[in-house]
DNA sequence: AGTTAGTCCCGGGAGC
DNA sequence: TGCTCCCGGGACTAA
């Protein structure tokens, strides 16, 4: 599933096929349509799939950036300005094609969803398996709230010192650590992949509670993460199951991966354990993590 | 008013 | 082969 590394990845292939292009048509799959004409909210959020095909087709793409797990295309025609905003859910991919054909594997063929004709004269083909990503034009960014909510990125001294000052909140205080850090409004990005990582490398128990580990033990784990974070952009992403970037390909991040989805701990050896907390499932080994 | 549980977008993979 | 169940990022809503 994609997280901040996976996310950063497909925002830097892709940005060299998009910047200075222009929308020149969309379509959206019939399937969607479908969905959206029974009332569902299915990947285009905010507007009818209707609307996003009167309304794309003329703005030129003047940057791609990432925010959190979240990617904006900045858009611009004439002298206005818009936002698209993308989210890849579990198994969102965008393919930069000629053709559908290019894209190798059939779960993908089959689940294309929206697509973009750019004046290059190829296609920018969004592909979303189980239909969890989301694609959301914004005339500015705070159209849409959550998106302010967000906390900082990690990799800077204000994503840091926000972290810090969430955890002496009353709210979080008593809170498992590891819903701690993968709460989007305490630290951007960090999923479950990189949470279970973070914490085996720590050695602290994904239940502990954030009010019973230290600000310099909070503060270790904040450099752990960033430093996960970074091996898995560096390694081109974890392809745990459908996470593909810009070329169809896997990431190699997931063959060094030491606890999530681990049958056993590869430090002791002893039988890993899951819980289930904030509703995501968290492996950890019972005796290196505590 | 703050917290938690449920709901919704889904198809695929596992297990029987 | 075919059925059923479970999984999950994130926002929203009901309790």
């Known amino acids: 599933m994609p997280e901040l590394p996976e996310v950063e990845g497909v925002v830097e292939s892709l940005r060299p096929f998009v910047i200075d292009q222009t929308i020149e048509e969309v379509e959206v ?6 969905s959206h004409e029974a009332g569902k909210a ?41 936002l698209l905003v993308g989210h890849l859910g579990m198994t969102g991919a965008w393919f930069p ?13 089959k689940h294309i969803h929206v697509k973009l004709r750019l004046s290059g004269g190829y296609w920018l083909i ?20 959550p998106l302010l909510q967000m906390a900082p990125e990690p990799f ?20 498992p650590v590891k819903g701690f850090i993968m709460d989007g409004h305490v630290l951007s990005g960090c999923g479950n992949i990189y949470a279970t990582e973070a914490l085996f490398r720590m050695k602290i128990h994904p239940n ?33 199951s459908d996470y593909r970037n810009v070329n169809g390909g896997a990431g190699s991040m997931q ?7 681990k049958k056993m701990c590869s430090t002791c050896l002893t039988e890993t354990k899951q819980l289930i907390i904030a509703g995501r499932t968290s492996t950890y080994c019972p005796k290196c993590q505590r």
């Open 29 to 34: 799959s019939k399937q969607l349509l479908v």
């Open 42 to 82: 299915a990947i285009i959020k905010g507007c009818s799939p209707e609307e996003l095909i009167r309304e794309l087709p003329g703005y030129r793409i003047t940057a791609l950036t990432r925010k959190s797990k979240y990617m904006y295309f900045a858009l611009q025609r004439k002298n206005e300005e818009a």
């Open 97 to 109: 094609v000629e053709t559908e054909e290019a894209i190798q594997e059939d779960k993908f063929r």
């Open 126 to 145: 969004y592909s979303d398996i189980r239909r969890f990503g989301e694609l959301r034009l914004l005339q500015q960014e705070a159209d849409y709230p």
């Open 156 to 175: 800077t001294e204000e994503g840091r010192q926000h972290y810090l000052s969430m955890s002496e909140i009353a709210k979080y205080r008593n809170k």
């Open 208 to 240: 502990r509670k954030v009010a019973r580990i230290s600000k310099s033990r909070l503060n270790a784990l904040y450099d752990t993460i960033v430093d996960v974070l970074n091996e898995g952009i560096a390694r081109g992403g974890s392809s745990i």
């Open 255 to 261: 063959h060094f991966l030491q606890m999530y989805g």
